[in-house]
């Protein structure tokens, strides 16, 4: 079942694609907030954004850097 801001995969796995930078200071913090306690309800949550607040509040993320070949490098990224 595919909806605007994403798509759901299966009942306990949420990926959304961008749209975070349209979004004014209140809306971003709501759908912060949304996506923070779907993840603590068991769910895992793919969030993929450029919006540095995004950055600062979800504690483990892949991170995906062009390299210089052309090429891509992902590193895992835990809060401790």
């Known amino acids: 079942e595919a909806w605007n801001a994403g798509?759901?995969?299966c009942d306990d796995l949420i990926i959304i694609d961008e749209g975070f930078g349209s979004l004014d200071e209140n809306s971003l913090e709501q759908?912060?907030?949304v996506l923070l306690r779907l993840s603590e309800s068991n769910r895992l949550v793919g969030i993929i954004s450029h919006v540095g607040e995004l950055?600062?509040?979800i504690?483990?993320?892949i991170v995906v850097t062009k390299t210089p070949d052309g090429g891509?490098?992902?590193r895992i990224v835990a809060d401790n």
């Open 7 to 9: 798509e759901m995969l």
């Open 31 to 33: 759908a912060i907030d």
């Open 55 to 57: 950055k600062e509040r």
């Open 59 to 61: 504690g483990r993320q």
């Open 72 to 74: 891509s490098h992902a």
